[in-house]
């Protein structure tokens, strides 16, 4: 990644003279970005490019090489590949298109192979090139003039991220490192940030994704990254039709929204809206300090927008700074007698600019107070050019202090004044919600530290689940029965109702006795799939002559829906008494592996898909977190006077499947369905759980 980033000579192989072709862009920005080290222009045909000496081919070039840009037409590719490798490049950035972005991938897997077969790592193809402030390097067919600064961008649009150069400089945004991932052949994501999260030079990472190729490997990656570096991330794909879109133009496959975006929240990625945001975000983190502590104060000139920012606080996690004795002292005097010193701290219209810089300064000088929101409305009396030399010098004191926003609003003066100070890089912005937004993506970030690490599965009896599975494996199948499925609960300690299957009725009333009254009796048939349909369901039997009615009903009613039924016996169950349903499972999505959900039963999962995803195994907080997360929690904690329910012990059945199938590969879906959840102290009970299996997969696994 070093010599990607940093590399020790550049060959741009399909240079060109002509300046309206991509090969001749790449050399001139290479050598206007003031790049250090050898450029090497190859082309047949030409002696030199842009007062380079040009080169026919990489080979004969005799110095060392570690970067190659290839601008050649797609059929030119491959060789050009294998004669890369043969000079021992380390790394290749395919720029030519038309590969399986447009249904090629047949194509684009030999180039690989080649790649591969020679140790040299591709980025593309399809891309614009890769942007590194730590070599001034700007391999990139872009607009030229990238700003050195904190922030790393990698992008999988390749016209949005050369949009994205222009856009970084008309809001003074410098860059780290900007890498255009495009089909992601070999390198990817993961890959990139395992790089930008050791370099010195980036601060904070923008991804901007449209389709997920190794869900998983990323999921980790990013929850390693985001402990030390803020990641923002600009996913397309949210809607349905957008996800199509996004799936069409890469290849490659989007991940359902809901899925990434929880784990996305749960890697402690900070996942924009907009690509608007997102920028806002990644220059407020690459320029704000680290927060001493959670409290924010409002200061501002107007009630109404003191308000607004309120609810934005509410709404992007902002905490507010409640202590009213201290603020009444810290503000008194710069407060007239109808102003208000709670927070948000009202100066009212009549403050002066002295009156709002003076409170400012307050926030800045109190150690309780650890981040200031500064909201100004447009008064009669407002001088725009007195009032953005003050704004500036405000920023200039509490810059690499404490972090501030300021949000601005009123007529052209206050226009002007925000288009200014933004351009020197002030984080002022128009709207209320604008501003308290980066402030909310700063404390997010800053709450990743203490995220915990990853659990294991060292209380399990995972020999015993592995035994299982291989034998139903031997025997062609994909599914576990249901005594395995207990079998395979059981080792990871979770009980399933008691049962047995009787052959007689005297064999069915000595199960009822040892299993314990009340109980649930069903009859055993394979010719009788739908049991309650034939009558064959008897539920809460409280005693032996219950039993011994329902069993002879059972027994008529079964041959009555179907005489020619062998009937084998009846299943005695333990009656699992009712609590809240709820269903817990894990199952592997094709783009981010296991994947861990919760959710109430019936019809909140089918009908309001009320349920929450995180990426497996989950820790106990995790889960706490996911069964807190959904809408119809509240059921869990009690309503109607009803007490709080045993959500410790749901959230511990939910770290425990989530450990399960993290740590068996094979398993591809477990759900125990419904999972009764009971009053506080009293736990849980699982009434079904269902496995399915890849055996292929155990086969696979190391
Ligand atoms: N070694 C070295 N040079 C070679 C070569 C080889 N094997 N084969 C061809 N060349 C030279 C050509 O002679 C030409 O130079 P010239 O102008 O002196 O004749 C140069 O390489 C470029 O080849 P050319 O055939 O003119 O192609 P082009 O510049 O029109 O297009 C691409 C090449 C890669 C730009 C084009 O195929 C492409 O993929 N465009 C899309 C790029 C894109 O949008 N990428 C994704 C961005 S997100």
Known sequence: MQRLFAPRGVAVIGASTNSAKIGFRVVKNIIDGGYGG?????????????????????????????????????????PVVASCGRKGIANLVILTSGFSEVGKTEEERCIVEVARESGVRILGPNVFGIYSAAASLDATFGPGGIAPGGVAI?????????????????????????VSVGNKSDLGEADLLEYLVADELTRVVLLYIEGVKDGERLVRTLSQVT???????????RSKRGAMAAASHTGSLAGADAVFDDLMREAGVLRARSVQEAFDWVRFLSDAPTPQGDEAVIVTNGGGIGVLATDACEEYGVQLFDEQGELAEAFKGVMPDFGSSKNP????GQATASDYAEALEAVLEHSGMHSAIALYCETATSQADQFEGLLRDVYARYRGRKPIVFSLFGGR??????????????????????AVSPLGALYRAGRNEDRPGRESADDMDLATVRRILTAAGREGRGFLLADEAAEVAGAIGLSLPQSRVARTLKDAVAAAQMIGYPVVMKIVSRDIIHKSDAGGVALDLQDDAELIDAYQALIRNAKAYKPSAVITGVEVAEMIRPGVETIVGVS???????????????????????????????????????????????LLLGVRGEGRKDIDAAARVLRKLSLLADACREISDIEVNPLAVYDHGEGVRAVDVRILFDPQEEVKRP
């Not at 570690?66 to 030119?76: E, F, S």
């Not at 019936?602 to 009320?610: C, L, Q, R």
């Open 38 to 78: 050898s450029v090497y222009p190859i082309n047949p045909k030409a002696d030199e490019i842009l007062g380079q000496a040009a080169y026919p081919s990489v080979e004969a070039v005799e110095e060392m090489i570690d970067l190659g840009i290839v601008a050649v037409p797609a059929a030119h590719v491959l």
């Open 345 to 348: 701290v009202d100066l009212t």
């Open 413 to 434: 003066t206050m226009a002007d004044v925000i288009r200014t100070l933004r351009a020197e890089g002030v984080p002022v912005y128009g709207d209320v919600y604008e």
């Open 588 to 634: 592997r999505d094709p783009a981010f592996g296991p994947v861990a959900m919760f959710g109430l039963g019936g019809i909140y999962v089918e009908v309001m898909k009320d349920v929450a995803f995180r990426a497996a195994p989950v820790s106990r907080r995790t889960a706490h977190e996911m069964i807190a997360s959904i809408r119809s929690y509240p």
């Open 227 to 237: 402990r030390k570096k803020p990641v923002v991330v600009i996913k397309s794909g």
């Open 154 to 178: 990698v992008t999988q649009s390749g016209a949005l991220g050369i949009a994205m150069i222009g856009k970084t400089a008309s809001e003074s945004l410098g860059l780290s490192a900007l």
